[in-house]
């Protein structure tokens, strides 16, 4: 399926290697999986943290700073 040898598997396993973009595409096709399915995502976070975790990934560099400043200076300020 990935073509790589007993060695290459041991190195993706220890993590002295790493699996490329193409190699992690075939993975998904063969198992329908989708590409976030391979990482995880702490079970202590609720659906509101996940989806602003999703979204800040969807912004630019420039727009998720901007958006980490507002959210500390909100957090800080006094709520009166």
Not at 4 to 15: A, D
Request: glycine share 4%; with cysteine; proline share 4%.
């Amino acid at each position: 399926m990935l073509d790589v040898s007993y060695q290459q598997v041991q190195k993706l396993e220890s993590g002295k290697n790493r699996m490329n973009v193409g190699q992690l595409d075939t993975l998904c096709r063969e198992f329908d999986l989708q590409p976030a399915e391979f990482f995880s995502i702490s079970p202590e976070l609720d659906d509101a943290e996940i989806a602003w975790l999703h979204a800040g990934r969807r912004l630019s560099d420039r727009h998720l700073d901007i958006v980490l400043r507002m959210i500390d200076f909100l957090a800080d300020s006094d709520p009166d």
